[in-house]
């Protein structure tokens, strides 16, 4: 069953730029929950675990990055999806985020609001599949040999299943990520 309202956190201590897109994603049915800073975020966080945490970079106390390796070190909230949205748009502080697990990562004066929307339906009803290759079809072992697998796509580690994990980043276009794993 799909859920009705998902909950987002948004963390910004620019109130202007918090209430903007409060409002939108207000209107587009969620949830919101809003912070000051990525320590006000975490009180608000230990109160309810939001679906989904929207968080500036650059904020008093506890910056956007201090936030989202706080949630990751929790076990209740490792798996909560962070959003950046960002007044500067660097390419070093995407490239960071992006290092320590944030999802998506938006400036504010170049994603128009109904792209963000999107991208945060996306993140929030986004499905993973595990496939497991059967090592004798198709292209199997080519695959095995091109990245260096176990021709019975074992891991290296303990014996384990390798497994395909895609997860779904545009199903209209049917679009994945792909990742190897072990099950």
């Given at each position: 069953?799909?859920?009705?309202q998902?909950?987002i956190?948004?963390?910004?201590?620019?109130?202007?730029?918090?209430?903007?897109?409060?409002?939108?994603?207000?209107?587009?049915?969620?949830?919101?929950?809003?912070?000051n800073d990525?320590?006000?975020?975490?009180?608000k966080?230990?109160?309810?675990v939001?679906?989904?945490?929207?968080?500036?970079?650059?904020?008093?106390?506890?910056?956007?990055?201090?936030?989202?390796?706080?949630l990751k070190?929790?076990?209740?909230?490792?798996?909560v999806?962070?959003?950046?949205?960002?007044?500067?748009?660097?390419?070093?502080?995407?490239?960071?985020?992006?290092?320590?697990?944030?999802?998506?990562?938006?400036?504010?004066?170049?994603?128009?609001?109904?792209?963000?929307?999107?991208?945060?339906?996306?993140?929030?009803?986004?499905?993973?599949?595990?496939?497991?290759?059967?090592?004798?079809?198709?292209?199997?072992?080519?695959?095995?040999?091109?990245?260096?697998?176990?021709?019975?796509?074992l891991?290296?580690?303990?014996?384990e299943?390798?497994?395909?994990?895609?997860?779904?980043?545009?199903?209209?276009?049917?679009?994945?990520?792909?990742?190897?794993?072990?099950?």
């Amino acid at each position: 069953m799909e859920k009705t309202q998902y909950s987002i956190l948004l963390v910004d201590d620019d109130l202007d730029t918090r209430s903007i897109y409060a409002d939108i994603l207000r209107t587009a049915g969620f949830d919101i929950q809003e912070a000051n800073d990525g320590l006000e975020g975490l009180e608000k966080i230990n109160q309810h675990v939001p679906d989904l945490v929207v968080s500036g970079i650059i904020m008093p106390r506890m910056d956007g990055f201090m936030l989202a390796e706080a949630l990751k070190k929790n076990l209740s909230t490792m798996n909560v999806p962070v959003m950046f949205l960002s007044h500067l748009g660097r390419q070093e502080d995407e490239t960071r985020a992006r290092s320590i697990g944030v999802k998506d990562f938006f400036v504010t004066t170049m994603t128009p609001p109904h792209e963000i929307i999107g991208r945060i339906k996306g993140l929030l009803v986004s499905s993973d599949y595990f496939i497991i290759p059967n090592p004798v079809e198709l292209d199997a072992q080519k695959l095995a040999s091109d990245l260096n697998f176990n021709r019975d796509f074992l891991c290296s580690e303990g014996g384990e299943k390798l497994a395909i994990k895609l997860t779904v980043k545009d199903a209209r276009n049917r679009r994945f990520d792909a990742e190897i794993v072990c099950l």
